[in-house]
């Protein structure tokens, strides 16, 4: 398994990542299916049909239900899902500082109740290892905490330091786990996570640390959670230097098109976010001439596509009106349908970026997509 740079276009990269499930091509977007399907009703033939090279799933939802002991006698995720392509885990380390109203955190680990039934659950770097390497994913993210972007800075400067020696611990586990004979993905690869807050040099100084470790790829977590878009992107412009050249970074939980522009220019690889699929459940859907929603008065009468640009299956086939009007009828067909548009939209975009780069044209291309998609028609 191996990453590499093959062009650069200012501090854009275009890069290519050898997997044990197979070869990415970077700048790429990772579709999320939390609970190792996409809502909306998309399966993993559509997936493939629209692009998605990675799909990823959630640890912490997988571990409550159904249970990664289920998942791993099914032939881990690949084979539960019937996917063969590469999978990311991240460590469910959000979802218990999100989704937990009580918990209690030691240098152990993180005592807390389920969100489901209030179950008491424990979650420690090692444990988080366990469950993914069961989960087989093609990449497991580290067990961090994601502290809240409002919290002082003493506090945050205590999290980055718990979760650089919990980083230590997941690094020593997943060595001892991938050394397994009843381990189903022996080349398990570990991401790690710098955090910091919205503080600069907090978070210059915990990549550093993060990056000494060598790792087979690094990523920038706790942003999107609230910050302006001004913020996160200066945050990444500080930090992207402090990422190793030669392995691949992520941005999680980002974003919107244009905030992947505005990050692909600042040097990062990878991106994922639910908001593509969570919005088009609703029939907000991007397009190459703006944002619609599809809910208008004005697409009443409306028989052509959503976007006459687009080659995805929806957009072939359907037009706007008969969408809308399976929304009003509260069927559950027009979902499934806008999610596909809109991750097929998403993986497209990422297609056109690697182009961009490749051609030596990415800041032109930026400028004219970032003017198109602010717009919301």
């Keep these: 398994m191996a990453f590499k740079v093959i062009k650069t276009d200012g501090r854009a990269r275009r890069g290519v990542l050898e997997t044990v499930h197979g070869t990415v091509q970077t700048p790429l977007f990772m579709n999320v299916g939390t609970s190792a399907a996409i809502k909306g009703g998309v399966a993993p033939d559509d997936l493939k049909q629209i692009g998605c090279q990675v799909e990823l799933s959630n640890t912490y939802h997988l571990h409550v239900r159904p249970g990664e002991d289920l998942v791993y006698k099914c032939g881990g995720l690949q084979g539960f899902m019937n996917w063969d392509r590469p999978i990311l885990t991240d460590s469910g380390g959000f979802q218990v500082f999100s989704l937990a109203a009580i918990r209690s955190i030691k240098e152990e680990g993180v005592h807390f109740n389920s969100h489901i039934d209030g179950a008491k659950i424990f979650m420690s770097p090692e444990i988080s290892m366990q469950i993914q390497s069961k989960l087989a994913s093609t990449i497991a993210m580290a067990f961090d905490e994601c502290p809240s972007s409002v919290a002082d800075k003493s506090y945050i400067k205590q999290s980055c330091d718990r979760t650089y020696r919990w980083l230590e611990r997941c690094k020593t586990e997943m060595a001892r786990l991938n050394g397994l004979d009843e381990t189903i993905n022996k080349n398990q690869m570990l991401f790690g996570?710098?955090?910091?807050?919205?503080?600069?040099?907090?978070?210059?100084?915990?990549?550093?640390?993060?990056?000494?470790?060598?790792?087979?790829?690094?990523?920038?977590?706790?942003?999107?959670?609230?910050?302006?878009?001004?913020?996160?992107?200066?945050?990444?412009?500080?930090?992207?230097?402090?990422?190793?050249?030669?392995?691949?970074?992520?941005?999680?939980?980002?974003?919107?098109?244009?905030?992947?522009?505005?990050?692909?220019?600042?040097?990062?690889d990878m991106f994922d976010c639910v908001m593509p699929s969570r919005n088009a459940r609703h029939g907000n859907l991007f397009t190459s001439y703006g944002h619609i929603n599809l809910n208008n008065n004005k697409y009443f009468w409306d028989d052509g596509p959503i976007d006459p640009e687009c080659d995805c299956p929806v957009c072939r086939t359907y037009s706007k009106a008969y969408i809308r009007h399976l929304f009003k009828a509260r069927e559950m067909l027009p979902m499934r349908l806008c999610v596909i548009h809109n991750l097929y939209f998403y993986n497209k975009l990422m297609a056109d970026i690697r182009e961009a780069i490749e051609q030596g044209r990415f800041a032109e291309f930026k400028k004219e997509r970032v003017a198109i998609y602010s717009q919301r028609i």
Excluded: F
Aim: hydrophobic share 35%; aromatic share 6%.
């Design 193 to 268: 996570i710098g955090q910091g807050g919205v503080y600069t040099d907090l978070r210059k100084e915990h990549m550093k640390r993060v990056s000494d470790l060598d790792l087979d790829g690094y990523a920038i977590g706790g942003l999107a959670v609230g910050e302006t878009n001004e913020v996160m992107y200066d945050v990444v412009s500080e930090v992207e230097p402090y990422m190793p050249v030669e392995k691949p970074r992520y941005l999680m939980g980002v974003g919107t098109p244009v905030d992947i522009l505005e990050c692909v220019e600042r040097g990062v």
